[in-house]
Nanobody, 122 residues
Framework: QVRLVQSGGGSVQAGGSLRLPCVAS????????LGWFRQVPGKEREWVAT????????YYVESVKGRFTISQDNAANTVYLQMNSLKPEDTATYYC???????????????WGQGILVTISS
């Protein structure tokens, strides 16, 4: 059973940066796509970014393009979400995710991180 453990998060002012790491319990880079989702209370979970299996491509929701970057350290079994130029509307609980199918639909996700809160103040 693959486990994903998140860390990082916290509070920053608008315009600042945060990096969210997510460590997998085993090497899944070649078999799984990796993704990030976020959720605000009372709203559906929103897809944010995907890294294709084996690093085959990066995909982002329009609202974060040019500001967020998804990357992987294969040796450390870690996927990162680098978030720059943060805005108050980026405030949410962020979840890392892994799937052998699709990382852009939450119903396709096989493994989830525990979630971590990111708060952006204006």
């Amino acid at each position: 059973q693959v486990r994903l453990v998140q860390s990082g998060g916290g509070s920053v002012q608008a315009g600042g940066s945060l990096r969210l790491p997510c460590v997998a319990s085993e090497s899944i880079y070649s078999r799984y796509c990796l993704g990030w989702f976020r959720q605000v209370p009372g709203k559906e979970r929103e897809w944010v970014a995907t890294l294709g299996s084996g690093g085959s491509g990066e995909y982002y929701v329009e609202s974060v393009k040019g500001r967020f970057t998804i990357s992987q350290d294969n040796a450390a079994n870690t996927v990162y979400l680098q978030m720059n130029s943060l805005k108050p509307e980026d405030t949410a609980t962020y979840y890392c995710a892994a799937s052998r199918m699709s990382c852009q639909r939450d119903r396709s996700i096989e493994h989830w991180g525990q979630g971590i809160l990111v708060t952006i103040s204006s």
